[in-house]
């Protein structure tokens, strides 16, 4: 175990509580900017407990914009179907979307320990980010420059599989460290925040399921017969049967009523629930337990220098898949927040518009997936037969079944009016407050590359066709250049300045110059009413802060007036300030 200083010498720019998903994607975000980071997380070692199965193409290009896309993506088995079918198995419905907005597959089904193992044990390229194993919340306070968190020794419960087992208080060993701002990222039954004493809104679900992760014993026997997702719509008991990578395979099954969860869990039982669909001897049970589910959201997530990221902030049923998506998407929207506020290009008012953005769209994931249970969970028989009879009228309705087929009913990464970092959507600004779509874009030598790989992790101002610095004065210019802004044309394929007469012969070291060689961003651009000459000014997350015709001058001027420089006070400085 790591030896603790106990002077509290040093003081990190931010402090995280939690290493699940959530947290180990903030690291990386931080971390690859530099940010110095200590991380608390109460088990000791690694368990590796598969929890999530699931993930999309938002989650992906996260992942992409923290340099670890393409090593966690050999993991997953992706274009997947997801099937609604009868007891039999029988489709009734599917959903399997044919193209992404975003250059990664929407349906993306994973094992979680692989994830995480790789997110965890790649964060060692960056020497700032300490992990503490061993280590849970205790307590906090906070002042006007930074949080202490006190944290004490833990034995962990090996990820809930056994009961907390709190040390006699002279064996705590309570430390402390600072920051200038911390992130409970630790889960649903989150202790940071117990301790600020946030509530949380919303519905428990008390219907138990069950549980059961498998692994094939012989990758070529067992599972040939279900090669997708099933939600089995059985009104005699719905299960849901989902293929992992490696020859892994989760089953969940419904209890009935006035089943006890000790029965659930027996080795009989299980075979005897798992004898449907498959046959229990070519397989190993890794996991089995009994759970509920909840749909709550937090109604506050910033305290002062205090956040709230991932379950510890929404609880999201399972059925869409979302939960640990959901936390992913925080990471990532308070992730750039704080490191430009961290690093004196924002004033802390920034902050706030982390809840206002993602709080709404957390809380739709947790609508449609409410949803999505009740359509897949009906008991009645009568409605289980309109609920099939409603499938098979829209399957034979093109544009209706084109909604299931594609998923246009997943909540779309639009952020409500009023409620985020950017210009007021409008008739000539109606990509405001949205995430632009990642094209394949190619470069003059011929290659092609993702989009968010040139753009890069800061902001960016994209000129449709056009130089995007031209109107703008030596002010703007250099105040985006303060911000690290990024200068792209995207030109439409072919359209590129040619000719031997009037034309620049050598390229701009600051300014990239691409194609849109497939035409994604055309229909996008045209949408918005722009045929030539768009001018968008991208936020590091992706989402557009505004658009405008010809010149950016007036889209810089409003960045500058929200950004609230006039509160900053340098990160150096609130560092010193910071030291206990």
Avoid at 9 to 23: F, K, N, R, S
Avoid at 191 to 202: M, P, Q, Y
Avoid at 208 to 234: A, T
Avoid at 276 to 284: M, Q, T
């Amino acid at each position: 175990m790591e030896k603790f200083n106990r002077s509290n010498e040093d003081v990190y720019d931010v402090a995280i509580v939690g290493l699940g998903p959530t947290g180990l994607t903030l690291a990386h975000i931080l971390g690859k900017k530099g940010l110095r980071v200590v991380i608390l997380e109460k088990e000791p070692i690694f368990y590796g407990n598969a929890r999530a199965v699931y993930t999309d193409d938002e989650c992906l290009r996260v992942f992409q914009s923290a340099g670890v896309a393409e090593d966690l993506h050999k993991d997953m088995m992706f274009d997947i179907p997801v099937q609604f079918t009868r007891e039999d198995g029988t489709p009734i419905g599917q959903y399997a979307p044919t193209g992404t907005q975003n250059g990664w597959p929407i349906v993306n089904f994973l094992y979680q320990p692989y994830l995480e193992t790789k997110l965890s044990e790649s964060l060692s390229r960056y020497p700032d980010i300490k992990i503490l194993r061993g280590r849970e919340f205790r307590s906090l306070t906070q002042d006007q420059e930074g949080v202490t968190v006190y944290h004490i020794s833990s034995d962990g419960t090996g990820y809930g599989q056994r009961p907390e087992n709190p040390r006699p208080k002279d064996q705590e060993d309570e430390r402390s460290v600072r920051a200038l701002f911390a992130v409970g990222c630790d889960g649903g039954r989150s202790k940071v925040r117990e301790f600020l004493n946030i509530k949380l809104k919303g519905k428990n679900f008390p219907e138990p399921w069950l549980v059961v992760d498998l692994k094939q014993k012989n990758m070529e026997m067992g599972l040939r017969h279900l090669p997708y997702f099933n939600f089995y719509c059985d009104p005699n008991g719905p299960v849901v049967s989902c293929p992992q990578p490696d020859g892994y395979h989760r089953f969940e099954f419904r209890l009935k009523a006035g089943t006890s969860k000790e029965y659930m869990e027996r080795p009989d039982t299980i075979r005897m629930l798992l004898s449907k669909h498959v046959n229990p001897d070519h397989f190993e049970v890794k996991r089995r337990l009994v759970y509920t589910f909840n749909g709550l959201v937090a109604d506050q997530w910033r305290v002062r220098r205090m956040l709230l990221a991932g379950d510890a902030a929404h609880m999201t049923p399972q059925f869409m898949g979302q939960g640990m998506s959901s936390g992913i998407r925080d990471a990532h929207n308070l992730g750039w927040k704080l490191i430009e506020v961290i690093s004196g290009r924002a004033g802390e008012k920034l902050l706030d518009t982390y809840q206002s953005e993602r709080y709404f769209h957390a809380k739709e994931m947790i609508l449609i997936s409410t949803l999505l249970k009740d359509v897949v969970s009906l008991e009645n028989k009568f409605l289980a037969a309109l609920r099939d009879a409603l499938f098979k009228t829209v399957k034979m309705i093109p544009s209706l079944y084109n909604i299931l087929r594609e998923g246009k009913f997943k909540p779309k990464p639009i952020y409500k009016k009023g409620t985020y970092f950017g210009l007021p959507r409008n008739s000539s600004n109606l990509h405001a407050g949205t995430l632009m779509p990642q094209p394949d874009l190619q470069i003059f030598d011929g290659s092609i590359g993702k989009m968010d790989e040139i753009v890069g992790n800061s902001y960016a101002l994209i000129g449709q066709g056009i130089d995007p610095r031209k109107g703008l004065s030596d002010a703007s210019l250099s105040f985006l250049n303060s911000l690290g802004t990024k200068y792209i044309t995207i030109y439409e394929k072919g359209k590129r300045p040619q000719g031997i007469r009037g034309i620049a012969r050598n390229f701009d070291p600051n300014l990239s110059e691409v194609e849109d060689v497939y035409g994604h961003l055309k229909p996008w651009f045209r949408k918005a009413g722009y045929n030539r000459g768009g001018i968008v000014l991208l936020r590091p997350d992706k989402f557009v802060f505004g658009m405008a015709k010809g010149s950016g001058e007036a889209l810089i001027n409003e960045l500058e007036r929200r950004l609230d420089l006039k509160s900053v006070i340098s990160n150096i400085k609130t560092r010193e300030l910071a030291k206990v």
